[in-house]
């Protein structure tokens, strides 16, 4: 079955760095754009990152731009969100995405704290 899994979320301190992961399987990870996805208590699920299938095309908000990098390595079937400079407002859980023109699918999100 499908699944995407993602791991190193964590408490950091303002200013810190954590390293995101997504793993695939159970579907041609290769063919999928993927995207990341943050969701803090109270508000909507915001978009943070995208990354083309092939890897070649990122997009970011200007929340991020500059300090989140998403990358790939479709030989592992997994997705990196590299955070750094991280602020008390980037807390949230994070949650990555695959999708086609035709399928979603959904992770079950990793806590990421920022606090001292």
């Known amino acids: 079955q499908v699944q995407l899994v993602e791991s190193g979320g964590g408490l950091v301190q303002p200013g810190g760095s954590l390293r995101l992961s997504c793993a695939g399987s159970?579907?041609?990870?290769?063919?999928?754009?993927m995207q990341w996805y943050r969701q803090a208590p109270g508000q909507q699920r915001e978009l943070v990152a995208h990354?083309?299938?092939?890897?070649?095309?990122?997009n970011y908000p200007d929340s991020v731009k500059g300090r989140f990098t998403i990358s790939r390595d479709n030989a592992k079937n997994t997705m990196y969100l590299q955070m750094s400079s991280l602020k008390p407002e980037d807390t949230a859980v994070y949650y990555c995405?695959?999708?086609?023109?035709?399928?979603?699918?959904w992770g079950q999100g990793t806590q990421v704290t920022v606090s001292s």
């Open positions: 990354i083309s299938s092939a890897g070649g095309s990122t």
């Open positions: 159970g579907f041609a990870f290769s063919s999928y754009a």
């Open positions: 995405s695959a999708i086609t023109a035709q399928t979603r699918f």
